[in-house]
């Protein structure tokens, strides 16, 4: 008899190559080990509110008040939320056609595109049309869209920095294309050397790819590092030589944690360099709600912004935005909100600013926390995490924790994280999932965990590091290089 049509032998193999190591199987024993008692300390994903972020009040009153907009009409209204919630509300119902339970615009709502755009030029200083920005259910649908717009088969290639946020790999699978790595340089702070991105485009070149598109990640994950704007200018020009449509993801661009190197957008750098780059590179950028102060994850909230990209292809995007008819309207609010907060002299800005400042405040403390942790363990080398949610240390294995990690069937560094996950209850994510250079094992972790858990966890992990080095080490010679 054959095959069913949904038999696995039988599906989509492009769906069998999807690897996605962040729900992967650290996660999936991790879950398994919560139903049977024990505490998990959940790090592999960036999801803040999971791990004790309080939602920012201002933007949950707006959402709540157009949620159930009955409220309005409410006369003790003003004594449970202020008036600029209230005012805020019913702007935001005003640009619906029904509230927040009818479809928008395949492109989001009009007058919330308006204001991502006002916004977008406060930041650049150059002006945005919000007719080239789309909406999307979080930066990540707003990726393939336009990965699926690129990639017409197999031969066409995505030159992604590893490592890498496994969104890409998964998707450019998933599409059918080809991922072209180009290796950050970890002992220059995960630094991007243009050559090496060359030298990327010529092997894949010789084996009969087209490079069509490069994906930065500013700031990185799961590197963590800030890209300056000396090495925004040369990614640009590369891209404006070889051909190449520039996928900007920026959606940690509020998570600074050093003053040295300050986020600064691909876009205000493109229109810095003046013609014929500003008019010619196609850049795409991404943003989001669910990272920042904001951490809004569930809400799936997203939008990205297309430059010098033809007419007749935004037509084309449209069209394949229309077949989901609509972007999820709530996190269309939640976007307008991110993009246009409350301003001085709003009865709600003191406290909108005192949350949001407490919070960076404190994922900056954490940053510290988290790397100096590492870097006083055995084995281990992590740089500073100078932006996003991560710190990605390198684990220095010895030979015998790699043999009995072969033995068990298992990649070295996820091997380690599983005995970390047994011991600890820490759950992470290993390097292998991200992509990294041959003999090198590093792990993933949020620095997300509340920042009065954060010495308990880390002496934790070092307890576990301390007990399986000692294990695991021939003590005749190996040592930490």
Not at 5 to 21: G, R
Not at 425 to 454: C, N, W, Y
């Amino acid at each position: 008899m054959s095959p069913k049509p949904l038999d696995y032998e039988s599906i989509n193999e492009n769906v069998k190559k999807v690897a996605y190591a962040v729900r992967g199987e650290l996660y999936l024993r991790a879950s398994e080990l919560q139903k049977e008692g024990k505490k998990i300390i959940f790090t592999n994903v960036g999801n803040p509110h999971a791990l004790g972020q309080k939602p920012l009040t201002f933007p949950r009153q707006v959402v709540a008040l157009c949620q159930a907009p009955f409220l309005l009409d409410d006369p003790n209204v003003g004594l449970i939320f202020p008036a600029d919630a209230i005012a805020r509300a019913k702007h935001y119902l005003s640009l619906t056609s029904g509230g927040l339970g009818a479809y928008s615009d395949s492109r989001g709502l009009p007058g919330i595109r308006k204001e991502v755009a006002e916004f977008i030029e406060r930041r650049d200083g150059y002006p945005s049309d919000p007719e080239i920005i789309y909406l999307t259910d979080g930066a990540s649908k707003g990726v393939m869209q336009i990965l699926n717009t690129i990639i017409r088969g197999e031969g066409d290639g995505i030159l992604v920095p590893v490592p890498q946020y496994p969104l890409y790999s998964a998707t450019i699978s998933l599409l059918g294309g080809s991922l072209v790595p180009y290796y950050l340089e970890e002992t220059a702070n995960w630094g991007l050397d243009v050559n090496n991105v060359r030298q990327s485009v010529l092997q894949a070149r010789s084996r009969g790819i087209t490079v069509r598109a490069m994906v930065i990640i500013n700031p990185g994950n799961p590197t963590g590092q800030c890209l300056s704007e000396a090495n925004l200018k040369e990614i640009l020009h590369f891209c404006f030589q070889e051909n190449l449509v520039l996928l900007a993801d920026e959606v940690y661009q509020q998570n600074i944690y050093q003053d040295e190197r300050p986020f600064i957008s691909a876009k205000k750098v493109l229109m810095d360099l003046g013609a014929p780059l500003s008019r010619e590179v196609q850049l795409v950028s991404f943003h989001t709600v669910s990272k920042g102060y904001w951490g809004e994850c569930g809400q799936r909230g997203g939008y990205f912004e297309m430059t010098n990209i033809p007419p007749k292809t935004v037509d084309e995007i449209y069209k394949v935005a229309s077949v989901s008819l609509s972007p999820n309207v709530p996190a269309q609010i939640f976007l307008g909100l991110m993009v246009n907060p409350p301003k001085p002299g709003d009865i709600s800005y003191l406290k909108f600013v005192t949350e949001s400042k407490a919070i960076l405040d404190s994922l900056r403390r954490r940053a510290h926390i988290m790397t100096d942790g590492f870097n006083s363990c055995r084995n281990v080398v992590c740089n500073f995490t100078e932006g996003a949610m991560y710190s990605f240390p390198q684990i220095r294995l010895p030979p015998r924790a790699i043999e009995a990690a072969k033995n068990a069937g298992k990649v070295p560094d996820v091997f380690y994280c599983l005995k970390l996950l047994e011991a600890t209850g820490i759950s992470t994510v290993p390097g292998s999932g991200f992509g990294q250079k041959e003999g090198v094992f590093h792990l993933r972790t949020t620095i997300l965990p509340a920042e009065e858990d954060m010495p308990a966890i880390m002496a934790s992990f070092k307890k576990f590091n301390d007990e399986f080095m000692e294990q695991y080490e021939d003590h005749r010679g190996y040592s930490r290089m």
